[in-house]
């Protein structure tokens, strides 16, 4: 098989062809004149974030709008049963960026039948965790506390990531169990024997009675919070 | 005696590829330079200096970023955009002042918004944006950022003008729209993209389109 050149004529002529078509395009292109700027730009969004436990402890995020703080049901009790009194101390984080503020309703729970519902249970806003013990007197909360509502982050912009921190103290109280106390029994005994005399005899007998509420059947009690956010100017 | 004389042999095919070349390169040439040759017809001739026409378009001054949420007590005012924090029901408005400007001879231009990097604006934020002129009156009705847009043409002569134009971009963040909860959630951006701001000529009649 034989294979045909081109030749060196038609080999110049087509690259200066090549060459020509090149630049005229080129200036064609350059015939219209433009120009341009560019400008880019982006806002990021804030969060939030409400969160409660047990001072110190790690927190429990709020899902959804609302948490709830856990209260260990024997533990209560026993404590109750044992020394008539109990506290803990409640952390409340509140964090809200940009233009919204922040509050939040604890709401004091059915303590049911048992021990915890037998006593006399209180919960109010303390300064300091320290400051919840077994019968401590509640100090005047802040303006931004009102019974069992908070509205820790105002509505006025903040970039802070630091979150407000509150606490709240669970106090109970218990005199004495459902039922407990003290049983006395006296009997005294007349007669007349065969020989007429008047006899006497006299007894007594006494016990301790107790309740039938047992620390150990006391279930675990939760107290829940719920919080919203709201704009400038909205009531919270 | 005499001597007769030959003109000397010319070396064959010396001028042979040279003239090929040049060939060419100017059929090359007239095939594609329709433009091309536009611009040599009509400076043949001509005496004196033929001075080429002008056409600009730059940005005037930083973008400013301004808080326009009606709510708010005291909206901040030329605020940092990397460290604001918008939440739902916020309203930002960003203002970019450019200038256009022409010179020459018929000079016609047209200037488009466009994005050279799309927008990206996830639910519950939206954000429109319309071109100012000197006297705040806009040029264009409100439109998504995102959507192309063409200002009227402008027309120029050998004296130049020029024109302040405004970009103003309204964002504003749906009051039901979606919260963040927590640092770990993931970061909600309203990203307006690359906007373009692109000043072209135009040029009607017969082979001014290239």
Not at chain 2, 65 to 89: I, M
Request: proline share 9%; hydrophobic share 40%; aromatic share 6%.
């Amino acid at each position: 098989m034989t294979r045909t050149r081109p030749s060196r004529s038609a080999v110049v002529f087509a690259g200066s062809l090549a060459v020509g078509a090149t630049l005229a395009i080129g200036g064609a292109s350059l015939a219209l004149w433009s120009d341009a700027e560019h400008l880019s730009g982006s806002l990021a969004m804030g969060y939030e974030r409400f969160a409660v436990g047990a001072p110190g402890a790690d927190l429990i995020p709020a899902d959804g709008g609302s948490a709830s703080f856990a209260i260990d049901g024997q533990d209560a009790a026993s404590t109750l049963a044992t020394d008539g009194q109990w506290a803990a101390a409640i952390q409340v984080d509140s964090l809200s960026q940009g233009n919204k503020g922040l509050h939040y309703t604890l709401t004091e729970p059915d303590w049911g039948e048992g021990i915890l519902g037998a006593a006399a249970v209180e919960i109010f806003w303390v300064p300091a965790p320290e400051d919840c013990r077994p019968g401590v007197t509640p100090t005047p909360p802040p303006a931004t506390v009102e019974d069992h509502t908070s509205t820790p982050v105002p509505a006025t912009y903040t970039a802070n990531t630091e979150a407000v921190s509150e606490f709240w103290c669970i106090q109970a109280e218990l005199d004495a169990l459902p039922g407990t106390g003290e049983y006395r029994n006296l009997a005294r005994v007349t007669a007349t024997d065969p020989s007429d005399i008047q006899v006497e005899s006299t007894d007594d007998w006494n016990a301790l009675v107790g309740s039938h509420l047992d620390p150990a059947e006391e279930p675990d009690h939760a107290i829940p919070f719920t919080y919203s956010t709201f704009r400038p100017g909205d009531a919270p | 005696m005499t001597t007769s004389t030959s003109p000397p042999a010319r070396p064959r095919g010396r001028w042979r590829l040279p003239a090929l070349a040049a060939s060419g390169l100017l059929t090359g040439l007239l095939l594609a330079g329709g433009t091309l040759t536009l611009w040599t017809a009509d400076t043949a001739g001509a005496v004196g200096t033929v001075v080429s026409g002008d056409l600009r378009i730059d940005l005037s001054g930083p973008p400013r970023w301004d808080e326009t949420s009606t709510d708010v007590e005291a909206p901040q005012q030329d605020l940092d955009p990397a460290a604001f924090l918008a939440r739902p029901g916020d309203t930002v408005e960003l203002t970019q002042a450019f200038d256009v400007a022409l010179t020459g001879d018929n000079m016609r231009a047209g200037t488009t918004v466009r994005w050279s990097h799309p927008a990206d604006l996830p639910a519950g934020i939206s954000a429109e944006y319309v071109i100012l002129d000197a006297a705040d009156q806009p040029l264009i009705p409100s439109t998504p950022v995102g959507t192309q847009a063409d200002l009227p043409t402008l027309v120029s002569d050998n004296d130049g003008r020029t024109e302040q134009y405004t970009l103003q971009v309204a964002l504003s963040f749906a009051a039901d729209g979606e919260d963040r909860f927590g640092p770990q959630a993931p970061v909600v951006l309203a990203d307006l993209g690359t906007i373009e701001l692109l000043l072209e000529q135009i040029r009607t009649g017969d082979g001014a389109t290239p």
